[in-house]
């Protein structure tokens, strides 16, 4: 857990949903958390990256919102 305070939290969680959120929709989707994780020097095998978007994606949506990033930060 990191050490941050709630408004550090709703600022991070803000600045990632801004640079991933390509469509300004509000809340990242899987396809877009896998085009932010893919590192550029060695692709990700998709049972990691499904994992990692899983454990964002608290409710199982299919999407990772704003409230869901700020919950891993309480």
Known sequence: TLDIN??????L???I????DINKAGYIEYEQ????SIDK???LEED?????FNYFD????GIITIEELKKEYE
């Open 41 to 43: 020097e060695k692709l």
């Open 48 to 52: 990691i990256l499904k994992y990692a």
């Open 13 to 15: 969680s803000d600045d």
């Open 58 to 61: 608290i409710d199982k949506s």
């Open 17 to 20: 949903i801004e640079k991933v």
């Open 6 to 11: 709630e408004d550090e939290a709703k600022e």
């Open 33 to 36: 958390f896998i085009k932010a």
